[in-house]
């Protein structure tokens, strides 16, 4: 069993920044391919970033490139999400999910190809 806990998550103002943690407990983390998905209400959740086992590769849906970074390090059992030039469409409560895949060049997008989930983090962005 994996468990995962989002942390960060908070009020912004349009333009700012916040940096949100997963920390991740109950397997090798090393394993884990990553991803932040978000859910904003009376919409479906959304894939937003996703990492590789080992951070080689990273990759983003389209209206976040540029804006935000996701990033992991496997020695804290951690996956982070840095968000700057915050809009009022990215708020959302963000999740982070993991899926025990280890394998090179693998892309995930869709929230069923996840195998564990946090509780979400409340992101909401101001005016």
């Known amino acids: 069993q994996v468990q995962l806990v989002e942390s960060g998550g908070g009020l912004v103002q349009a333009g700012g920044s916040l940096r949100l943690s997963c920390a991740a407990s109950g397997r090798t983390f090393s394993n884990y391919h990553m991803g932040w998905f978000r859910q904003a209400p009376g919409k479906e959740r959304e894939f937003v970033a996703g990492?590789?086992?080992?951070?080689?590769?990273?990759y983003y849906r389209d209206s976040v490139k540029g804006r935000f970074t996701i990033s992991r390090d496997n020695a804290k059992n951690t996956v982070y999400l840095q968000m700057d030039s915050l809009k009022l469409e990215d708020a959302a409560v963000y999740y982070c999910?993991?899926?025990?895949?280890?394998?090179?060049?693998?892309?995930?997008?869709?929230?069923?190809?996840?195998?564990?989930w946090g509780q979400g983090t409340q992101v909401t962005v101001s005016s």
């Open positions: 999910a993991a899926r025990i895949d280890s394998r090179f060049g693998v892309y995930y997008y869709t929230a069923g190809q996840y195998d564990y």
């Open positions: 990492i590789s086992w080992s951070g080689g590769r990273t």
